[in-house]
């Protein structure tokens, strides 16, 4: 009792702080930093020896608690922190794995856009428009001329062409007009194709709405663009010099140049097309990636690589007779032999016209069944019947193999066999154009008319390759997908039967 006596005063000076850190609440010590200055002061505690087991149980619990939590707290805000950066980190620095389908749907219409300068570009061609504009002024040309001095002064650069003095020499001021206009509203809509294309694709690329691939693939287009200005202007500006042409025929432009800038716009919308309608598919295949993994799967079967492999075949031989075509228009070829299937007395003309030696530039004769081929109008023409007919008879192969083959009518998907029927009317379409296009002539309508219908047939063909191609990145992704949707459904159903 004396020994209790001789303590009291010191037990009495420590209730405060006993009682602030035994009915305190963890959370508020924590926040407080009091946790340290508790097991600070408990150690520093005199204690007696009728009492030390008692004080020392009691100071060795209370440090371990307090130390614990000194840790846990200390810890917690750099644990948070850290996933905080990782994740802001992660959404800056990364590219998603599925393109936006704004970004679809924004290729999509780039493409519309490009079939429509193709149309209004043959056109141009068709009403000899494409060298009025005998300058090119990429930024400043973007404006017509705005008063009668500028339209005198475009008026007398067109004067000096070779296609005024040798086949315009009495047109007019309000006839050149027309021309002019028409040639003009081409170059803006192809300027118009370039920024309406460029500066979205920035954005989509710098907020990070585009996959990697895709943002590489959007870059290459975007150079392709850019690069068809300029073969653009190279065309034009192989019809401006007499050097260019054979002396005292019809002024026009070179048919290689001219093949060259409908390749580039047909690459370009091709480009444009695919790309859009694979991130369609990839967005409808992820819906439910189980149903889509299943449907790619089917189209992994050995037995569907031939069908493959004959839609791109029928692809490129399409792109193959529009190039053909290329070269009838720069040639005029389509004005000589307008009957069909005939030419002349024959399916084909005389031997001594195909292979003409007035082609030939080398004294051996080495060029002789080249330059045939691509400058002599009447091969041109019977190369691009034959790659017509070749065509059509390959892409009438491809439905009786579609519609007669039991494998196939097993395994081929519906949409592909829907898209095998619209490859065949297209056709059926674009031939029937091509020859009353030769039999009244070449009309302008039903020329128009032809080379639109060449973009349809390819575009149904690209559409049908989309169907029944395999994307093997689409496909891990729906693996990894379905993997994590089995991981949620196993998870939820032991959870579920823990409660239970």
Same mark, same amino acid.
């Given at each position: 009792?004396?020994?209790?006596?001789?303590?009291?005063?010191?037990?009495?000076?420590?209730?405060?702080?006993?009682?602030?850190?035994?009915?305190?609440?963890?959370?508020?010590?924590?926040?407080?930093?009091?946790?340290?200055?508790?097991?600070?002061?408990?150690?520093?505690?005199?204690?007696?020896?009728?009492?030390?087991?008692?004080?020392?149980?009691?100071?060795?619990?209370?440090?371990?608690?307090?130390?614990?939590?000194?840790?846990?707290?200390?810890?917690?805000?750099?644990?948070?922190?850290?996933?905080?950066?990782?994740?802001?980190?992660?959404?800056?620095?990364?590219?998603?794995?599925?393109?936006?389908?704004?970004?679809?749907? /924004?290729? @999509? +219409?780039?493409? %519309?856009?490009?079939? =429509?300068?193709?149309? $209004?570009? &043959?056109?141009?061609?068709?009403?000899?428009?494409?060298?009025?504009?005998?300058?090119?002024?990429?930024?400043?040309?973007?404006?017509?001329?705005?008063?009668?001095?500028?339209?005198?002064?475009?008026?007398?650069?067109?004067?000096?062409?070779?296609?005024?003095?040798?086949?315009?020499?009495?047109?007019?001021?309000?006839?050149?007009?027309?021309?002019?206009?028409?040639?003009?509203?081409?170059?803006?809509?192809?300027?118009?194709?370039?920024?309406?294309?460029?500066?979205?694709?920035?954005?989509?690329?710098?907020?990070?709405?585009?996959?990697?691939?895709?943002? /590489?693939? @959007? +870059?290459?287009? %975007?150079?392709?663009? =850019?690069?068809?200005? $300029?073969? &653009?202007?190279?065309?034009?500006?192989?019809?401006?010099?007499?050097?260019?042409?054979?002396?005292?025929?019809?002024?026009?432009?070179?048919?290689?140049?001219?093949?060259?800038?409908?390749?580039a716009a047909f690459t370009c919308y091709v480009a444009m097309l695919w790309n859009g309608?694979?991130?369609?598919?990839?967005?409808?295949?992820?819906?439910?990636?189980?149903?889509?993994?299943?449907?790619?799967?089917?189209?992994?079967?050995?037995?569907?690589?031939?069908?493959?492999?004959?839609?791109?075949?029928?692809?490129?031989?399409?792109?193959?007779?529009?190039?053909?075509?290329?070269?009838?228009?720069?040639?005029?070829?389509?004005?000589?032999?307008?009957? $069909?299937?005939?030419?002349?007395?024959?399916?084909?003309?005389?031997?001594?016209?195909?292979?003409?030696?007035?082609?030939?530039?080398?004294?051996?004769?080495?060029?002789?069944?080249?330059?045939?081929?691509?400058?002599?109008?009447?091969?041109?023409?019977?190369?691009?019947?034959?790659?017509?007919?070749?065509?059509?008879?390959?892409?009438?192969?491809?439905?009786?193999?579609?519609?007669?083959?039991?494998?196939?009518?097993?395994?081929?998907?519906?949409?592909?066999?829907?898209?095998?029927?619209?490859?065949?009317?297209?056709?059926?379409?674009?031939?029937?154009?091509?020859?009353?296009?030769?039999?009244?002539?070449?009309?302008?309508?039903?020329?128009?008319?032809?080379?639109?219908?060449?973009?349809?047939?390819?575009?149904?063909?690209?559409?049908?390759?989309?169907?029944?191609?395999?994307?093997?990145?689409?496909?891990?992704?729906?693996?990894?997908?379905?993997?994590?949707?089995?991981?949620?459904?196993?998870?939820?159903?032991?959870?579920?039967?823990?409660?239970?």
């Amino acid at each position: 009792m004396a020994a209790l006596g001789k303590s009291l005063p010191v037990w009495r000076s420590l209730a405060p702080r006993i009682s602030r850190d035994l009915f305190t609440c963890r959370q508020c010590l924590r926040n407080q930093g009091y946790a340290a200055k508790s097991v600070r002061q408990f150690s520093a505690m005199p204690s007696h020896q009728p009492s030390k087991t008692r004080s020392s149980l009691f100071t060795d619990k209370n440090r371990q608690f307090f130390t614990s939590s000194m840790k846990r707290t200390a810890a917690a805000p750099s644990f948070t922190s850290a996933v905080h950066e990782g994740a802001t980190e992660a959404k800056s620095s990364s590219f998603p794995k599925i393109s936006n389908k704004s970004v679809a749907y /924004w290729l @999509l +219409g780039s493409a %519309a856009s490009v079939f =429509g300068i193709v149309i $209004f570009g &043959g056109l141009t061609r068709l009403t000899e428009s494409g060298l009025s504009i005998t300058e090119w002024k990429p930024v400043t040309g973007s404006l017509p001329p705005m008063n009668a001095e500028d339209w005198e002064s475009e008026f007398a650069k067109y004067r000096a062409s070779p296609e005024f003095k040798l086949l315009n020499p009495h047109m007019t001021l309000s006839e050149f007009k027309s021309i002019y206009y028409m040639e003009w509203i081409h170059r803006l809509w192809g300027r118009f194709i370039g920024m309406s294309f460029v500066l979205p694709a920035v954005y989509f690329v710098a907020r990070k709405k585009v996959s990697g691939p895709m943002a /590489w693939r @959007l +870059g290459g287009i %975007a150079g392709l663009i =850019g690069f068809q200005g $300029f073969i &653009g202007w190279w065309m034009v500006k192989s019809g401006l010099k007499d050097d260019l042409f054979a002396p005292g025929s019809h002024p026009r432009v070179s048919q290689y140049r001219l093949t060259a800038h409908l390749g580039a716009a047909f690459t370009c919308y091709v480009a444009m097309l695919w790309n859009g309608l694979a991130i369609l598919r990839s967005h409808r295949l992820m819906k439910d990636p189980v149903s889509g993994l299943k449907q790619l799967d089917a189209l992994r079967d050995p037995r569907l690589a031939i069908f493959r492999r004959s839609v791109a075949a029928v692809a490129a031989l399409v792109f193959i007779t529009v190039m053909s075509g290329g070269l009838v228009a720069g040639l005029d070829a389509g004005l000589i032999y307008n009957e $069909f299937p005939y030419m002349g007395n024959g399916l084909t003309p005389p031997k001594n016209e195909l292979w003409d030696p007035r082609y030939s530039r080398h004294e051996d004769r080495s060029d002789l069944w080249w330059r045939n081929m691509l400058e002599n109008p009447s091969l041109v023409q019977l190369d691009h019947r034959i790659l017509a007919t070749t065509t059509f008879t390959s892409i009438m192969a491809l439905m009786a193999y579609t519609l007669k083959s039991p494998t196939m009518k097993r395994i081929l998907p519906a949409p592909a066999r829907k898209g095998v029927h619209g490859v065949m009317g297209f056709a059926c379409l674009q031939v029937t154009l091509g020859i009353c296009t030769l039999l009244y002539l070449v009309p302008i309508h039903l020329a128009s008319a032809h080379q639109a219908g060449s973009l349809f047939l390819l575009t149904w063909v690209m559409v049908l390759g989309s169907r029944v191609w395999h994307p093997s990145r689409t496909a891990k992704l729906l693996q990894m997908a379905a993997k994590a949707r089995g991981q949620q459904v196993s998870s939820a159903a032991a959870s579920g039967i823990k409660r239970v």
